[in-house]
């Protein structure tokens, strides 16, 4: 399948809207909620309004996951990017119809591909004990396990901490 990343534009708002919408109970099954108020239409254009001011910021780089028809098959950002020590934060989530084909772990070595450009040293990751999926993309794109978060909490009736993970960019 063929896969791309996009920058974030303002006109992704209603498809991206729709894409979050329709995987809502999956994602809540691996990562905490974002709450009922996220998927309120007016809250979700506001948020995605702000998201593209600190996008022109430079803070993050928000990208949806496309196929060759420009359909979303996911999401995969960098925030919180520190311009002084040259490190950005990783988050992505693909859809449910879409998972198992390989997609996150296409859509993160483009990204890794991208952000070499772009003068970062190191890009962190956190997920969940219990997703395994996502910690075998980190794996498999390079990124190295740097530990466990002794805190637990609960999610979905499961006892789980944060796993993460990093990895330090070589052409910097």
């Not at 691996?30 to 702000?50: A, L, Q």
């Not at 002084?84 to 693909?94: A, N, T």
């Not at 040293?121 to 530990?147: D, H, M, P, Y």
């Amino acid at each position: 399948m063929g896969v791309f990343i996009e920058k974030l534009h303002v006109t992704d708002a209603e498809d991206l809207f729709n894409f979050e919408l329709e995987n809502r109970t999956f994602f809540e099954e691996t990562v905490p909620t974002r709450g009922d108020e996220y998927y309120n239409p007016e809250t979700f254009k506001k948020r995605h309004e702000t998201l593209l001011e600190e996008q022109v910021l430079g803070g993050s780089c928000f990208y949806l996951i496309k196929d060759k028809e420009s359909s979303i098959l996911g999401r995969i950002n960098l925030v919180d990017i520190d311009e002084s020590d040259k490190i950005g934060y990783l988050g992505y989530r693909v859809g449910q119809a879409h998972t198992g084909k390989g997609i996150a772990n296409k859509a993160l070595k483009i990204l890794v591909e991208t952000v070499t450009d772009e003068n970062l040293k190191q890009i962190k990751a956190k997920t969940t004990t219990n997703n395994i999926a996502s910690q075998r993309v980190l794996e498999k794109n390079g990124f190295e396990r740097i530990g466990t978060s002794s805190e637990e909490f609960e999610m979905n009736g499961q006892r789980v901490s944060f796993v993460y993970y990093a990895l330090n960019i070589s052409s910097c």
